[in-house]
């Protein structure tokens, strides 16, 4: 727990490297490019994974870093951090304000600590390090009367389902950051998310943020979360599972209720 407790204070540090850079600089940094995948990205994205490494390689040279931006050939270390620079790319290149840096530390592809930062609305919040609670989060009860937020993509099934959950859900919130989202779960303003397509880097700091406000994060099958699923819910248990399933039952071309 200490060691936690230290890596903790590393990765604030690391963070607040790159959000101080980012919030100075960044602007200027901020024409878009393609990658070969299409997805957006800058500069900014490269120098802000650039400065975060290089404070985490020289507080924590045995621990490995993993970036979006370094790519990814298979699974992460058995041990490493996950760094997403700029979860939310798109938002910051046209200057909108819902952006984050997203960086945790996952030891046998378990998230134990993670720190968000939001340097546009001046947030940032830190997980891990504790016990999570014995207490699972509650929530609204029904679809009916749940705030959902959505991202990634699904493919041609994607709208259909779409369309589908903002006649049931009570609220439907497209934040364009995976990271967001999780923090939106964790503090309450949304109910609960759904993430198509997860990357590691994009969910593991908010899954440590959720679990240790006592929410469920799920992947395939409704199960606990896991690397290489193609789909992440959080929230409370049973609402996190029911999304799951109703994704799952569109995506292979059921009516997803």
């Given amino acids: ?37 299409g997805e957006e990205v800058t500069d900014a994205d490269v ?22 931006e370094s790519g990814l ?12 620079p700029i979860d939310g790319t798109m938002n910051f290149a046209r200057g909108g304000p819902l952006y984050g840096l997203s960086l945790a530390y996952v030891v046998e592809g378990v998230p134990r600590l993670g720190v968000i930062d939001a340097p546009a609305l001046g947030r940032r919040w830190s997980a891990g390090a504790g016990d999570f609670p014995v207490e699972e989060a509650t929530g609204p009860g029904s679809l009916s009367r749940t705030v959902v937020g959505v991202s990634g993509t699904g493919g ?16 439907v919130r497209s934040h364009g950051a995976m990271s967001l989202d999780l923090v939106g779960v964790a503090e309450g303003w949304i109910d609960a998310c759904l993430c198509i397509g997860p990357q590691p880097w994009d969910v593991a700091a908010g899954t440590v943020l959720v679990r240790e406000r006592g929410g469920a994060v799920l992947g395939a099958g409704g199960t606990d979360f896991t690397w290489g699923s193609a789909v992440l819910a959080a929230g409370p248990r049973s609402l996190a599972r029911e999304l799951v399933a109703r994704w799952e039952a569109a995506a292979a071309g059921g009516h997803g209720s």
């Fill in 156 to 171: 041609s099934r994607w709208g259909t389902f779409l369309g589908r959950l903002h006649d049931e859900a009570y609220r």
């Fill in 47 to 68: 120098e802000v994974e650039r400065r975060i490494s290089a404070v985490l390689a020289r507080r924590t040279p045995d621990v490995p870093v993993v970036g979006e």
């Fill in 73 to 84: 050939g298979g699974p992460p270390p058995r041990r490493c951090w996950l760094l997403d």
């Fill in 1 to 37: 727990m200490t060691r936690e407790r230290e890596l903790l204070g590393v990765a604030t540090e690391a963070v607040e490297e790159g959000a101080r850079w980012l919030a100075d600089e960044g602007a200027a940094w901020s024409r878009t490019r393609f990658k070969p995948s």
